[in-house]
């Protein structure tokens, strides 16, 4: 008896998946918890896992394709089972996404990249016209290499299938020695500029679609109210620069804790006295929940993910460093688990690293509440005494939803969590 494997939803925002790799071939022997494939999502790249022991029959979509929640991927059986009645469809790209991908001299696909080569030439792939005659066809990550060392994708023979340029034709032109002999187009690596990027006009990728609707979503059925408050900086400062002293003379354990590492952790302990902030909205009824699943927001190549620590309120500085650092190299290599992006109930969003003063963040739902961290700012303050010297500040924005949360509750949370980060040692007793 045969077992028709489907594409699985990964991810609640998830609507359509990409097959990037298969990792099984037909004919070949599979069992129980072998990983059949790689899929990528809109967040994140994940492994398709078999739970049927048999033989692959037949695969219903091919590298590339991209394949809607709950259609066929491939067919497992017996050996020799007739399987000729499920016919692979084609996927077939809608006219406008047609027109978009067909440019002229560089490639427009604004996708994350993926660093797989194997997949086979589909209508996903990015398409542009030569210098000379004739369509060029390039993966993700060639286009991408070109694009970012000013390549000219005409010029090269492509070695993939069909004659698709992959990543290994590109990356020899990137070399210094070959660039003496290349063509006059091919130069060093150069940053996007006005001229470059200027009348394209570049698909929307699946990451960015889901950005766009929910943020969308957020600021047209969330009534936001924000509130700021500007805290002195030096103290935990001063903190992190004495733990991370510390931390560095024991070398069996993280070497380096962030600003946004304590910060992260004096919000979940500020929620336990300002619970009414950990709390979600629903027609019928306001949930408070009785624990703190922290999100962050991570800046990957295509947008943004919001990873999120569980149980951050019972876990200490270390903790929450390790488990932050994870999910970061996660985020940023798209490995991320549904789990690992999902069921936050507060989120912590950080542009100080970026030199950002002060910027109100949108709510991620269901949560009641965003923070927002700018820079630390040095700048005249007046100490206690009423005497001016040089300090550094840092400003705090909390965005909140009013159907869950009152200024007064919203003042008491950032008043709470401006005295513990004015106030770090404090930490230690909570």
Known sequence: MSTVIEMPKLSDTMSVGTVVKWYKSVGETVSNGDILAEIETDKATMELENFDDGVLLKLLASEGDEVEIGKPLAIIGEDGEDVSGFEVTPQEPEPAQQASTEVTKEPTDDSVPSDKETAVATSSEVMTEGAHTGRIFASPLAKKIALERNIDLSVIQGSGPNGRIIKKDVLPLTEPNSRKSSP???????????????????????????????????????????????????????????????????????????????????????????????????????????????????????????????????????????????????????????????????????????????????????????????????????????????????????????????????????????????????????
């Open 184 to 430: 006059p187009e091919i130069t060093s690596a150069k940053t996007h500029t006005t001229e470059s990027l200027g009348g394209r006009a570049v698909p929307v990728s699946k990451m960015r679609t889901v950005i766009a609707r929910r943020l969308l979503e957020s600021k047209t059925t969330i009534p936001h109210f924000y509130l700021q408050k500007e805290i002195n900086s030096e103290p935990i400062g001063l903190a992190r620069k004495s733990i991370n002293e510390t931390l560095a003379q024991d070398s069996s354990t993280i070497t380096k804790v962030s600003i946004n590492d304590l910060i992260l952790l004096a919000c979940a302990k500020t929620i336990l006295r300002v619970p009414e902030i950990n709390s979600s909205w629903s027609e019928s009824e306001i949930t408070y929940h009785g624990n703190v699943h922290l999100a962050f927001g991570v800046a990957v190549d295509d947008g943004l993910v919001t990873p999120v620590i569980r149980n951050a309120e019972s876990l200490d500085l270390r903790s929450i460093s390790e488990s932050a650092k994870l999910l970061i190299t996660k985020s940023r290599s798209k490995k991320l688990t549904p789990d690992e992006m999902s069921g936050s109930t507060f989120t912590v969003t950080n542009l100080g690293m970026f030199g950002i003063d002060f910027f109100s963040g949108i709510i991620n739902p269901p949560n009641a509440a965003i923070l927002s961290v700018g820079a630390s700012i040095a700048k005249p303050v007046v100490d206690k005494n009423g005497t001016l010297r040089p300090g550094e500040t840092m400003t705090l924005g909390l965005s909140c939803d009013h159907r869950l949360v009152d200024g007064a509750i919203g003042a008491r949370f950032l008043a709470s969590l401006g005295s513990l980060l004015e106030n770090p040692a404090r930490l230690l007793v909570l």
